[in-house]
């Protein structure tokens, strides 16, 4: 099954082992060798992949929740396909993702369409009464598929919370709106960049003339605002997938959020993030009444004076859930390589946060 593998990683046509000069190489490896045919290489692969999925099956066993993603993939067929991909939390703590099945799109398809194609593959991997949520592109077909996937499910009542978390948005496709919008700001500096960088680089007569030719760059006004940006997108990122992580917690919402935002916009924002823990604290009683035992994701923490402003705030008492009591304590102090933090390995090793483990495996 070897040749298998390689033609499947190499994406390389089935044809393949009946080259003359593989052959060759082959033969000159091993007189014995004999030629494979393509059609035997299209059964192998087919094998392979059976076996794949029945190893897959058999641990998608042991999950209780998983989170599915779609996108659109074209071929070099210009064919064009939805790949339905999940995501879940295994026995070791390891976040897993897996490429469940690859859908074949019609250029004219409706929601209908993208709804039987996923409940289609959900009863055959047994996963629909596992789901936990869903993020797809941002159309209108998606849309409607969603919708009356979350109905059927709702109906068999297997929805956590109710689906009221069933349906979320691509991050990566609002954040990449976001993204531009603020990059649409200061596209000519971009440009004046990119075409200082390409100057640099054409040869090296360029780069012994760099100094000579500083003149050509953007002017200082210019990197103030690529450096302003690029400090707005740095704290972005860093708000992201931190209230679960034990060094900051809500902590660094508070802070960041004023550094972000408007004075007058912060404390709505801070709202909203509230309001969403408040979610949490009933997915805490789902969890109590289930006894779910599994798993989670690794968080990283970003850099600079977000991380730094931290350590200035001081724990909050009064507080009615397990969520609450874990995120309103005091946040935990790492070393200075705060880089290589693993917050998965430290919910691990803590034996306290058992039911906040139970709550991010449901998600």
Same mark, same amino acid.
């Given at each position: 099954?070897?040749?298998?593998?390689?033609?499947?990683?190499?994406? %390389?046509?089935?044809?393949?082992?009946?080259?003359?000069?593989?052959?060759? %190489?082959?033969?000159?490896?091993?007189?014995?060798?004999? +030629?494979?045919?393509?059609?035997?290489?299209?059964?192998?692969?087919?094998?392979?992949?059976?076996?794949?999925?029945? *190893?897959?099956?058999?641990?998608?066993?042991?999950?209780?929740?998983?989170?599915?993603?779609?996108?659109?993939?074209? &071929?070099? =067929?210009?064919?064009?396909?939805?790949?339905?991909?999940?995501?879940?939390?295994?026995? $070791?703590? $390891?976040? =897993?993702?897996?490429?469940?099945?690859?859908?074949?799109?019609?250029?004219?398809?409706?929601?209908?369409?993208?709804?039987?194609?996923?409940?289609?593959?959900? =009863?055959?991997?047994?996963?629909?009464?596992? /789901?936990?949520?869903? &993020?797809?592109?941002?159309?209108?077909?998606?849309?409607?598929?969603?919708?009356? %996937?979350?109905?059927?499910?709702?109906?068999?009542?297997?929805? &956590?919370?109710?689906?009221? /978390?069933?349906?979320?948005?691509?991050?990566?496709?609002?954040? $990449? %709106?976001?993204?531009?919008?603020?990059?649409?700001?200061?596209?000519?500096?971009?440009?004046?960049?990119?075409?200082?960088?390409?100057?640099?680089?054409?040869?090296?007569?360029? /780069?012994?003339?760099?100094?000579?030719?500083?003149?050509?760059?953007?002017?200082?006004?210019?990197?103030?605002?690529?450096?302003?940006?690029?400090?707005?997108?740095?704290?972005?990122?860093?708000?992201?997938?931190?209230?679960?992580?034990?060094?900051?917690?809500?902590?660094?919402?508070?802070?960041?959020?004023?550094?972000?935002?408007?004075?007058?916009?912060?404390? +709505?924002?801070? +709202?909203?993030?509230?309001?969403?823990?408040?979610? !949490?604290? &009933?997915?805490?009683?789902?969890? =109590?009444?289930?006894?779910?035992? $599994?798993?989670?994701?690794?968080? +990283?923490?970003?850099?600079?004076?977000?991380?730094? !402003? *931290? *350590?200035?705030?001081?724990?909050?008492?009064?507080?009615?859930?397990?969520?609450?009591?874990?995120?309103?304590? !005091?946040?935990?102090?790492?070393?200075?390589?705060? !880089?290589?933090?693993?917050?998965?390995?430290?919910?691990?090793?803590?034996?306290?946060?058992?039911?906040?483990?139970?709550?991010?495996?449901?998600?």
């Amino acid at each position: 099954m070897v040749h298998a593998h390689m033609i499947m990683v190499h994406e %390389l046509h089935f044809v393949f082992t009946e080259y003359e000069l593989f052959t060759l %190489l082959m033969k000159t490896a091993s007189p014995y060798y004999v +030629r494979i045919s393509r059609a035997t290489v299209k059964a192998d692969c087919w094998t392979c992949y059976e076996v794949e999925k029945k *190893r897959l099956n058999g641990l998608l066993k042991t999950v209780d929740r998983i989170s599915i993603t779609t996108d659109m993939w074209k &071929s070099g =067929q210009k064919i064009q396909y939805m790949v339905l991909t999940a995501h879940f939390v295994d026995s $070791n703590w $390891n976040l =897993q993702k897996r490429d469940l099945n690859f859908i074949d799109v019609p250029p004219l398809h409706s929601g209908v369409f993208v709804y039987d194609a996923l409940y289609k593959f959900l =009863q055959d991997w047994v996963i629909e009464g596992k /789901l936990c949520l869903i &993020s797809v592109d941002n159309a209108s077909y998606n849309d409607a598929a969603v919708r009356m %996937l979350k109905d059927s499910l709702s109906f068999h009542k297997r929805l &956590s919370l109710n689906g009221k /978390l069933f349906h979320v948005r691509c991050c990566a496709h609002i954040l $990449n %709106l976001l993204v531009h919008d603020g990059l649409s700001k200061i596209e000519d500096v971009i440009d004046n960049v990119r075409e200082s960088v390409k100057h640099i680089i054409a040869s090296t007569m360029h /780069l012994t003339m760099f100094n000579a030719s500083y003149k050509y760059l953007p002017s200082d006004e210019d990197w103030v605002r690529v450096e302003d940006v690029c400090y707005f997108l740095a704290l972005f990122n860093d708000i992201t997938n931190i209230i679960l992580d034990p060094r900051s917690k809500m902590k660094l919402i508070d802070f960041s959020f004023y550094v972000i935002y408007f004075e007058e916009e912060a404390p +709505r924002q801070i +709202r909203i993030v509230h309001h969403t823990t408040n979610v !949490g604290t &009933s997915m805490e009683n789902d969890v =109590q009444e289930s006894g779910v035992n $599994n798993a989670s994701t690794t968080s +990283r923490i970003g850099k600079g004076n977000v991380m730094n !402003g *931290r *350590r200035s705030f001081e724990t909050v008492g009064n507080v009615k859930s397990k969520l609450d009591i874990d995120l309103e304590e !005091g946040v935990f102090i790492c070393n200075e390589n705060y !880089g290589d933090f693993d917050a998965l390995e430290w919910w691990k090793n803590s034996t306290i946060f058992m039911l906040k483990f139970n709550i991010h495996e449901h998600k």
